[in-house]
């Protein structure tokens, strides 16, 4: 099973950027697409947020960030990458990364194996 651990968190202003770092343990990572989500406030379900195929030849982003985000990977680092510009208050959540072994990205939460731990992010205003 991938061990998956996200960091570059933090606390940014409104127009600002940050790059989340997600690391995976194990040799088969490359084999894996693997998904960016976010959590806001408790209560909320997890909102897909960018997804990239195992080849980082396919990426999906959700409406919200498209052209402030940008997901990347590379596999010989077992990592995967969320860069995000022109960040706003409402990008504020716990930001978690999780793998499926669909080839093409799928912006269904539920069809995610495995999941990190999540690292926050807070815009302010």
């Known amino acids: 099973q991938v061990q998956l651990v996200e960091s570059g968190g933090g606390l940014v202003q409104a127009g600002g950027s940050l790059r989340l770092s997600c690391a995976a343990s194990?040799?088969?990572?490359?084999?894996?697409?693997v998904g960016w989500f976010r959590r806001a406030p408790i209560g909320k379900d997890r909102e897909f947020v960018a997804a990239i195929s195992w080849y980082g030849g396919s990426t999906v982003y959700a409406d919200s960030v498209k052209g402030r985000f940008s997901i990347s990977r590379i596999n010989a680092k077992n990592t995967v990458y969320l860069q995000m510009n022109s960040l706003k208050p409402e990008d504020t959540a716990v930001y978690l990364c999780a793998v499926t072994r669909l080839w093409r990205p799928d912006p269904d939460p539920s069809k995610y194996d495995s999941w990190g731990q999540g690292t926050q992010v807070t815009v302010s205003s």
């Open positions: 194990g040799r088969t990572f490359s084999s894996y697409t």
